[in-house]
């Protein structure tokens, strides 16, 4: 029998299984605050189990993480931090690796978390989407991440190479958090919940190519931060650099959705909009983008192109960003310039991908 491993159970799903096992629900919570208030996820130190059920625990269950591999260090103070994932039952060779990125700011220290290895979507102007899809990671390998993350944080406290906690999180790695729903969620309770790590569901968002009908459900089941990447001011431009996502769910679909998620919510929905030169970030598209959105309660983050091996595309020149952003100004659409950090080790918005050595 496969044993389970703890980090996959979201707290209604750690009472359940704790149950099956003919213990109460508050033994439930104790296991929950071993993992996560206390970083403990060996059995055999969660002193207040009995004997019993921790030889019992120890029988079925493990609380493996993915291991940590190189940490690459940007001049910004960016952090990369290569993962590799414990092999899954079935053999596919080599052991996945993924990435998950610690980007320190005045105010907040947020870590970007991958939730696929290699992504199923084409967009075009990704490095992500050149490794193809590898596979979905398990709630385990999301919540990790964090772990890690936390783990390496109160390292660099200690040694006083760093001054910082985590703050907050953002589903911005590798992959689309959409297409792999279940995780997600699970992930997320784990997250967010009372019984669980307890962060507010504000210091956290899910960003999304446009899977449109999953929107509302993420909307309607947590209040975190919802970002959707449009990319594109028109349907034809977004199918030719986002095929894949376009193909299956059109932009009207899409915002629709968006306008859908507004009423959900007090927060705007926040659009993502990559500025390729000479593709995406002409005056006319600012315009044409201004009329597509004006009518839902929005802001907007511009993110200049963050170049990668192999792309052709180029970043615009910054007076062509700060065009484009006066022309959403102008318009009353609260418009950001989002400069991506950690472009010097390939940390940025649509760097992280990893090559098959
Ligand atoms: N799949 C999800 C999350 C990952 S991408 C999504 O598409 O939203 C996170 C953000 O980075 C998206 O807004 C995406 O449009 C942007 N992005 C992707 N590649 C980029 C690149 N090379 N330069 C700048 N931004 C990029």
């Given at each position: ?8 159970l ?9 149950a ?12 929950i ?15 207040n ?10 029988d079925?269950?493990?609380a ?11 001049a ?22 993924i ?26 102007f990704?490095?992500?989407a ?13 919540i990790?991440?964090v772990?890690v993350a ?6 660099s406290?200690?040694e ?6 985590l ?5 911005m ?17 784990i ?12 210091r ?33 431009l ?61 802001k ?11 792309s ?15 022309i959403?100004w102008d318009?009353?659409?609260?418009t ?6 950690g ?15």
């Amino acid at each position: 029998m496969d044993k389970t491993n703890l980090y996959d159970l979201d707290p209604a799903r750690m009472t359940e299984w704790v149950a099956s096992l003919g213990e109460p629900a508050y033994r439930a919570k104790q296991i929950i605050e071993w993992l996560y208030e206390k970083d403990i996820g060996d059995a055999d130190r969660m002193s207040n189990l009995p004997a019993e059920f921790r030889r019992s625990l120890k029988d079925r269950s493990t609380a493996v993480l993915p291991e940590v591999g190189e940490i690459v260090r940007g001049a910004d103070g960016t952090e990369k931090i290569l993962l590799r994932l414990a092999p899954t039952a079935k053999p596919s060779g080599k052991a996945l690796k993924i990435e998950c990125v610690l980007m320190p700011a005045e105010d907040r220290t947020t870590l970007c978390v991958s939730s696929q290895a290699g992504c199923a979507l084409d967009c075009v102007f990704c490095a992500t989407a050149t490794m193809g899809f590898k596979r979905n990671l398990t709630c385990a390998e999301i919540i990790g991440q964090v772990i890690v993350a936390k783990r390496h944080l109160a390292k660099s406290l200690e040694e006083e190479t760093g001054t910082r906690r985590l703050s907050n999180i953002v589903f911005m790695g590798m992959g689309e958090p959409l297409l792999n729903f279940d995780s997600l969620c699970r992930s997320l309770r784990i997250l967010t919940g009372k019984d669980g790590m307890g962060m507010s569901p504000s210091r956290i968002t899910v960003s999304t190519a446009g899977v449109a009908d999953r929107l509302l459900e993420l909307a309607e089941g947590f209040a975190v931060n919802i970002a959707i990447s449009l990319n594109a001011p028109s349907p034809d431009l977004r199918a030719r650099i986002m095929p894949r996502v376009s193909a299956r769910h059109d932009l009207d679909a899409l915002l629709e959705a968006a306008r859908q998620v507004g009423k959900t919510r007090r927060k705007p929905v926040t659009f993502e909009y990559v500025l390729l030169a000479g593709v995406t970030d002409r005056p006319e598209q600012a315009r044409e983008l201004v009329k597509l959105i004006s009518r839902i309660r929005c802001k907007v983050n511009l993110i200049p192109f963050n170049p990668f091996p192999g792309s052709d595309y180029r970043r615009p020149e910054p007076q062509e960003v700060l065009a484009f952003q006066k022309i959403l100004w102008d318009a009353d659409i609260p418009t950001y310039i989002r400069w991506s950090q950690g472009l010097d080790v390939r940390a940025a918005c649509g760097q992280l991908a990893i090559s098959s050595r």
